[in-house]
């Protein structure tokens, strides 16, 4: 199975985190890049095309940070992405504040998917809301290297701690440019804004920059569509746009900071792990992706989640009677959309034979999971796994998970991802237990 797509870092960083949400791709499928976030400290490309004015703008902008010893913003991230004919939209509000040289603190205010990242200059604390899970690792000596410290992923921060709080904010900001325009003078809630245009291999990002003396960030808009449709399937790339908002306010480059602000408390119940998420290595790969689930010739757990169009899913009922197959998914995964109707196809073969399908949604809003299979025309039982806790009983990492149970309740098969030879092995894994 080579395509897949890794739940849970997908949830902790919303999409935004790796796509500033990320969802994180497994395996073969390729990542999406993140705007201005600079993780590197090369020089900028000789040939870049810049406008006078841009960087003018640009260097105005970074003499300031780089004289800040702490600075403190709001910032809020909006990732809106249309896949499989779906639209989703996925806020988060954070609050920013950092001190030179190795203290900082995103932290996430109100509900939403996204990330914790604190470090008291000591101790780099990573955690993720929604999973309730921590890593704790040494700080890195500056603010500019958290991205490249153990734990810590990608994100909204990378733009503030590798780019505008780094030793050179201007070459972090310009670096895998190939070219930079004055658009002109905008209007963004009733304020006067320089409007400056990147262009990168893949992604293209607008700057707004507030017209004072010592400019500031007021917004970025990153259009990621590029990047994200090289992580899907080419079949499902139409109609595909990913964009990313980032939003600041509130300002303060000569900040007053207290040891509060770079305090982590662990929340009631939060479990300290060594990986959020953890991660096979390189040469291990294909091995794990061969080998066996431990869940098979075991019982299989319980399935008492709500069915999208009424009543409850059950696998009582069907003991004794039924071989059960159990699929995980979501609408914005590109080898879900490519298994689904294949699954379909192969539990319709054997009507009337015993084979049942539920297609178990992962955390996705009703009316999402509706309009999804209305534009695809499938005719499927859904069931709503709404806060996880099915997918976190039978182990599910990555989507599209197929479950084959059979007529005893004992899970025979699990396969993980794609294959384009699907149909032939649920149907050598579905055709011994009917006999």
């Known amino acids: 199975m080579k395509h897949s797509r890794n739940i849970s870092r997908w949830a902790a960083a919303s999409l935004l985190v790796a796509i500033c949400a990320a969802p994180a791709i497994h395996a073969a499928d390729k990542a999406p890049a993140t705007p201005p976030a600079a993780t590197a400290k090369a020089e900028p490309k000789a040939k870049i095309q810049i406008d006078p004015k841009a960087d003018e703008l ?15 913003v709001n910032m809020k991230t909006l990732m809106s992405m249309k896949l499989g004919g779906m639209n989703q939209e996925m806020p ?25 990242v604190i470090s008291d200059g000591k101790k780099l604390v990573v955690h993720v809301p929604m999973m309730n899970r921590y890593t704790e690792a040494d700080a890195p000596a500056k603010i500019e290297d958290v991205g490249e410290s153990s734990g810590a992923p990608s994100g909204p921060h990378e733009i503030l701690t590798s780019g505008l709080f780094s030793d050179n904010p201007y070459e972090t900001l ?12 905008g209007k963004d809630a009733e304020k006067d804004l320089h409007h400056l245009r990147v262009t990168q291999d893949d992604v293209e ?43 600041y306010s509130n ?18 119940g939060a479990e300290k792990v060594e990986e959020i998420v953890p991660q096979a290595k390189a040469d291990d790969d294909e091995e794990e992706e061969n080998a066996p689930s431990p869940l098979i010739g075991k019982p299989a757990p319980k399935l008492d989640v709500p069915l999208l169009n009424g009543g409850e899913a059950s696998l009582a009922k069907h ?33 009337d034979k015993g084979v049942v399908l539920y297609a178990v949604n992962v955390q996705e809003q009703p009316k999402a999971i509706t309009e999804f299979l209305e534009k695809r025309k499938l005719n499927v039982t859904v069931a709503l796994d709404k806060d996880g806790a099915v997918s976190e009983r039978y182990g599910v990492e990555g989507i599209p998970q197929t479950v084959i149970i059979d007529k005893e309740g004992v899970i025979r098969s699990v396969h993980v991802g794609f294959s384009p030879e699907l149909k032939d092995i649920l149907k050598k894994d579905i055709d011994p237990l009917l006999k």
Do not use: H
Request: proline share 5%.
């Open 58 to 72: 640009l260097k105005k902008m970074s003499e300031a940070f780089k004289n800040s010893k702490s600075m403190r």
């Open 92 to 116: 988060a509000d954070y609050k920013f504040v950092a001190e030179r040289p190795n203290k900082m603190s995103m932290t996430m205010q109100g509900e939403g998917m996204g990330v914790n």
């Open 174 to 185: 310009i670096k895998d440019a190939k070219k930079i325009a004055y658009v002109g003078m």
């Open 205 to 247: 990002w607008d700057m707004y920059l507030s017209n004072d003396a010592k400019p500031t960030i007021s917004k970025i808009r990153a259009d990621m569509t590029k990047a994200m449709a090289e992580g899907v399937p080419e079949e499902a790339r139409a109609g595909v746009s990913m964009v990313m908002t980032l939003t």
């Open 251 to 268: 300002w303060d480059l000569a900040a007053k900071t207290t040891a509060d602000d770079f305090k982590f408390t662990p929340p009631a």
């Open 319 to 351: 003991k004794g009677k039924d071989v059960v197959i159990l699929d995980f998914w979501a609408t914005w995964c590109g080898p879900c959309v490519r298994a689904m109707p294949i699954i379909s196809e192969v539990v319709s073969s054997y009507k």
